[in-house]
């Protein structure tokens, strides 16, 4: 099953963040994201226009609602960017590669 097809299981805490030897693995699986610190998964979308930037956005944003996981976005003219991690736990999950394939799928 492909990472974008798992269900997207929120962390009710309690569990340690992934470590880097059980994130990279994830990693091959979305598209030109970032890992920043060990703690979060960044990545930028570029679009023509504020209007397309926005509409990706909403997409998304049904996305995390499906799922009860948000991630945090910026919006500008042109561009989306994402910023994702489990708050509870303070750090990556298997969630957070879950909702950035599916990002990925937009």
Do not use: Y
């Not at 990472?3 to 030897?21: V, Y």
């Not at 996981?69 to 489990?86: C, P, Y």
């Amino acid at each position: 099953m492909e990472l974008h097809e798992r269900a997207c299981e929120p962390c009710q805490g309690g569990i340690p963040p992934l470590s880097e030897a059980e994130w990279q693995p994830l990693m091959a699986e979305i598209r030109d994201w970032a890992v920043v610190d060990g703690h979060h998964l960044r990545k930028e979308w570029r679009f023509p226009d504020f209007s397309s930037a926005l509409a990706w956005l909403n997409r998304a944003s049904a996305l995390c609602e499906e799922a009860g996981h948000h991630a945090d976005f910026e919006l500008a003219w042109g561009r989306v960017s994402v910023k994702l991690w489990t708050h509870k736990i303070d750090g990556l999950a298997e969630a957070d590669f879950v909702l950035a394939a599916r990002f990925d799928q937009l």
